[in-house]
């Protein structure tokens, strides 16, 4: 069964799917290794630590590829890749949808934004007209052909436009053949529910930042909400960063990590990345 099928499968359960965004393989594997079933990059991840620089559209889409690809490699369940734009206009579109599901990607992200993007939950986003994304969508759907590649539309109207108009523009994008709508950045409980009560029969998104703009709440509350899916893009990242942090200070002040808590022993590491596999399959070739 491929990705996309899995993904599919999944998305039919009547639960909530609680996604976690990973920027590189080794949160890949820790993900799965706990049990998540999908995964999803976060762009402002990758970002973040292949550049050390913020999600303002400088990541190409060769460099968002090559890291969604080798991640979506890392591990045994479907993975949902924040592919920004589709970098360009609907022939670019075609192009990345295609180079997604050679890598065996299972779903993708198409925003509305125009280029450079921004992060969501960033100040002065601008969005492309209407009519355009749902063209870029049309032909994101005639590329994956039968591969059942998930499209999932991205709306970023709700900041510069207003509700009314990202709920306009999602009817637009599953009427071109979006296979779940993403509304992002929505401000209230209120919000929420408007979205919801909008699209009854649609698979819908919610991205959940720690100080972002959408309040905070949890799967379960979401799902009464009415959602099917909900992101948790750089819950990962911030917390990563906190214990490094930690990590490199003492490091500084110490010249020392002897007495640091809450480091993985080097023998689980191995385990983790598969070093003993690794070396029985040396071991198999050796003279």
Known sequence: MSSSQKLRQLLKRPEILVIPGIYDCLGAKLAE?????????????????????????LLTATEMLYSVGRIAQSVNIPLIADMDTGYGNALN?????????????AGILLEDQ????????????????MA???GKIRAAVQARGDSGLA??????????????EAIHRGRAYIAAGA????????????????IVAAFPDVPLVANMIEGGKTPQLSASELQQLGFKIVFFPVSTLLAVTQVMTACLRQLKEQGTTANLKDLVSFKD???????????????????
């Open 151 to 164: 499209i999932i539309a991205r709306t970023d109207a709700r900041a510069p436009l207003g509700l009314e």
């Open 114 to 129: 125009e280029w450079p993007k921004k992060c969501g939950h960033f100040e002065g986003k601008r969005v492309i007209p």
């Open 179 to 194: 296979d779940i709508l993403f509304v992002e950045a929505p401000q209230s409980v209120e919000e929420l529910k408007a």
């Open 93 to 105: 579109v075609i192009r990345t949808v295609k180079d997604a599901v050679q890598l065996g990607i």
């Open 132 to 134: 355009e994304h749902a």
């Open 269 to 287: 590491f191995q385990e983790l990345i598969g070093v003993s596999k690794y070396l029985q399959i040396e071991q198999q070739f050796k003279e």
């Open 33 to 57: 290794q706990l049990g998540f079933e999908v995964l999803a990059t976060s762009g402002f991840g990758i970002a973040a630590s292949t550049l050390g620089l913020p999600d303002y559209g």
